[in-house]
């Protein structure tokens, strides 16, 4: 795959590149088209700037994955697990997009995008502490979009586990 170009703006970046779109958005289900760039989140930028698929810029100067790694976390202070469970997913084969609107973190397909998003991520490290209450809230919007909720606990290692948290009814 040739390298794309894409520039910094906030906490995106973007190409006007229509080969771009069509690679990445069309074919790969890579970020989003709105007025004709394609954006893509800093942790879509990580991965595939990594994969060397495209060079990122911010302004003349092209930022090495360090620096977009920086940038991430300035941004994120779990951006690094969550690129971790993002690189993860994508290697496996699936299609994973953003679920803030769904209180979490990405949302997964099987195949594409031809289907609707079957799991619903939330990446936690695994020393985080929470209540049950912030398990229930995720489980309760997941179960009323019809998605699994997935909890994506990685360790000090940075090794991922996944876990299906889900109603039970007795």
């Known amino acids: 795959m040739s390298e794309f170009k894409f520039y910094l703006s906030g906490d995106r970046v973007f190409s006007m590149?229509?080969?771009?779109?069509?690679?990445?958005?069309?074919?790969?289900?890579?970020?989003?088209?709105?007025n004709?760039?394609?954006f893509l989140s800093l942790i879509e930028a990580a991965y595939l700037l990594d994969k060397g698929w495209i060079k990122v810029f911010d302004g003349e100067k092209e930022l090495g994955i360090q620096e977009l790694?920086?940038?991430?976390?300035?941004?994120?202070?779990?951006?690094?697990?969550k690129f971790l469970v993002y690189k993860?997913?994508?290697?496996?084969?699936?299609?994973?997009?953003?679920?803030?609107?769904?209180?979490s973190h990405f949302r997964v397909y099987r195949r594409g995008m031809e289907e609707h998003s079957q799991w619903l991520i939330w990446v936690v490290?695994?020393?985080?502490?929470?209540?049950?209450?912030?398990?229930?809230?995720?489980?309760?919007?997941a179960h009323g979009?019809?998605?699994n909720m997935i909890m994506a606990v990685v360790d000090e290692d940075n090794h991922i586990v996944y876990y299906k948290i889900e109603w039970v009814k007795f």
Do not use: C, Q, W
């Open 125 to 141: 490290p695994e020393n985080l502490r929470f209540s049950p209450n912030d398990i229930t809230a995720r489980v309760r919007v």
């Open 69 to 81: 790694f920086e940038i991430g976390r300035k941004k994120d202070e779990h951006f690094d697990l």
């Open 17 to 34: 590149m229509e080969s771009a779109i069509n690679k990445l958005y069309n074919k790969r289900h890579y970020g989003e088209v709105v």
């Open 36 to 38: 004709g760039k394609l």
């Open 88 to 103: 993860d997913l994508r290697d496996r084969g699936y299609t994973v997009k953003t679920a803030l609107k769904y209180g």
């Open 145 to 147: 979009v019809r998605k």
